[in-house]
């Protein structure tokens, strides 16, 4: 059996990453004393690299990637060379656009108008029509968005002059909270792990994680063992996009880190899967499914009866954060959200949690 360590030096290695990739590294101290994160100041840095990956998947790209500015591209392909190229997004997310303009082309085949000659009469129409269909207004937003992305990208090709989407308004969809756990909600699902059983451990270390670092659930799935610095507490974290950051560690994830790969040791580890820090027991990487039935199972097991899922964690990793006086952009740091906008949700759950606290506390309105 092959030992399998940590990675030695890792202050070089981070040295040595930053330099490769000429990040800038930004450190924002947050205070958190009453948080299960860390007791003292952490640093919260950002790396602006982005890892290129040049694989395709047939059913996205049926043609080599040496033929990206290929002229006999139809432009639909073009348009998704560019989202996974160019724009760096994922497969699941490329997947979710070309679905979307599909739904597009369909309808405007019925009036026989070429997808990239539509005009704005010929979207609003299309608008509508998924709107009949009882589409949820929040789905209606995404297929709009993604509508929109496809002619700024044709604008953007010279492919043609106006916009088509300028004047298309986005459904109303309202502000929909994310449901958030307490420390104690949280405890007592960690507490409820039986770590007599082979999984156990490695169980506690994947919530630690969630909640101690705020990651999502891919970045969970994906996380590598060539990437985490237990000495110096951090670990790299590959995000949406590929863009990568670095995430503070804090000293309880460390700790269950370092017991479960005494676990992770022990397991016939399959090739290919030897850099993954999560494996099941057959020795191959969970799944997104996987984690998302480990959660909803301990959840019931210690009665916590709100809708929880691995997200829950980053949620509630980012509220209490909030809640304890930590500044938004290191928050929005750590949680590697690319626009201020998506982290300022977190504070209409924080306006709550202040009119609770109000409520409950204030002398006046206690009589």
Same mark, same amino acid.
């Given at each position: 059996?092959?030992?399998?360590?940590?990675?030695?030096?890792?202050?070089?290695?981070?040295?040595?990453?930053?330099?490769?990739?000429?990040?800038?590294?930004?450190?924002?101290?947050?205070?958190?004393?009453?948080?299960?994160?860390?007791?003292?100041?952490?640093?919260?840095?950002?790396?602006?690299?982005?890892?290129?990956?040049?694989?395709?998947?047939?059913?996205?790209?049926?043609?080599?990637?040496?033929?990206?500015?290929?002229?006999?591209?139809?432009?639909?392909?073009?348009?998704?060379?560019?989202?996974?190229?160019?724009?760096?997004?994922?497969?699941?997310?490329?997947?979710?656009?070309?679905?979307?303009?599909?739904?597009?082309?369909?309808?405007?085949?019925?009036?026989?108008?070429?997808?990239?000659?539509?005009?704005?009469?010929?979207?609003?129409?299309?608008?509508?029509?998924?709107?009949?269909?009882?589409?949820?207004?929040?789905?209606?937003?995404?297929?709009?968005?993604?509508?929109?992305?496809?002619?700024?990208?044709?604008?953007?090709?010279?492919?043609?002059?106006?916009?088509?989407?300028?004047?298309?308004?986005?459904?109303?969809?309202?502000?929909?909270?994310?449901?958030?756990?307490?420390?104690?909600?949280?405890?007592?699902?960690?507490?409820?792990?039986?770590?007599?059983?082979?999984?156990?451990?490695?169980?506690?270390?994947?919530?630690?994680?969630?909640? /101690?670092?705020?990651?999502?659930?891919?970045?969970?799935?994906?996380?590598?063992?060539?990437?985490?610095?237990?000495?110096?507490?951090? =670990?790299?974290?590959?995000?949406?996009?590929?863009?990568?950051?670095?995430?503070?560690?804090?000293?309880?994830?460390?700790?269950?880190?370092?017991?479960?790969?005494?676990?992770?040791? =022990?397991?016939?580890?399959?090739? /290919?899967?030897?850099?993954?820090?999560?494996?099941?027991?057959?020795?191959?990487?969970?799944?997104?499914?996987?984690?998302?039935?480990?959660?909803?199972?301990?959840?019931?097991?210690?009665?916590?009866?709100?809708?929880?899922?691995?997200?829950?964690?980053?949620?509630?990793?980012?509220?209490?954060?909030?809640?304890?006086?930590?500044?938004?952009?290191?928050?929005?740091?750590?949680? /590697?959200?690319?626009?201020?906008?998506?982290?300022?949700?977190?504070?209409?759950?924080?306006?709550?949690?202040?009119?609770?606290?109000?409520?409950?506390?204030?002398?006046?309105?206690?009589?």
């Amino acid at each position: 059996m092959v030992e399998r360590n940590w990675p030695s030096n890792p202050s070089l290695q981070i040295t040595q990453y930053v330099r490769k990739n000429s990040c800038d590294v930004y450190m924002t101290p947050i205070n958190a004393p009453s948080l299960r994160v860390g007791e003292a100041d952490e640093a919260t840095p950002q790396s602006t690299s982005h890892s290129y990956l040049p694989f395709i998947f047939l059913s996205l790209y049926p043609v080599s990637t040496s033929q990206h500015n290929n002229p006999m591209l139809t432009i639909a392909e073009e348009y998704f060379y560019y989202l996974k190229f160019e724009k760096g997004l994922s497969d699941n997310s490329i997947v979710a656009y070309k679905n979307d303009l599909q739904k597009l082309s369909d309808f405007l085949s019925d009036a026989h108008v070429e997808l990239a000659k539509a005009e704005h009469e010929h979207l609003r129409d299309f608008i509508v029509e998924i709107s009949s269909l009882g589409i949820h207004p929040r789905s209606q937003a995404r297929i709009l968005s993604g509508i929109k992305s496809f002619y700024h990208f044709l604008i953007y090709k010279n492919k043609r002059e106006d916009d088509p989407t300028e004047l298309l308004e986005s459904p109303k969809i309202g502000l929909r909270l994310p449901e958030v756990l307490t420390v104690d909600e949280i405890d007592q699902i960690i507490g409820a792990i039986d770590l007599s059983k082979p999984e156990g451990q490695r169980n506690k270390a994947m919530l630690e994680i969630l909640y /101690g670092s705020g990651l999502r659930v891919s970045e969970l799935i994906n996380l590598q063992i060539a990437n985490l610095y237990p000495e110096e507490g951090y =670990m790299l974290v590959e995000g949406k996009g590929s863009k990568q950051r670095l995430v503070p560690l804090s000293p309880q994830s460390i700790n269950q880190l370092k017991l479960w790969n005494i676990d992770r040791n =022990m397991l016939d580890i399959k090739k /290919g899967h030897e850099q993954y820090v999560f494996l099941n027991r057959r020795g191959t990487q969970l799944t997104r499914a996987m984690i998302f039935t480990i959660v909803r199972e301990l959840t019931a097991t210690a009665g916590i009866r709100k809708k929880v899922s691995p997200h829950t964690f980053r949620h509630s990793f980012a509220t209490h954060l909030l809640e304890n006086g930590a500044n938004l952009r290191a928050i929005q740091q750590l949680l /590697g959200h690319e626009s201020i906008t998506t982290t300022e949700l977190y504070t209409h759950i924080d306006i709550h949690f202040l009119k609770k606290t109000i409520l409950e506390c204030h002398p006046m309105l206690k009589k």
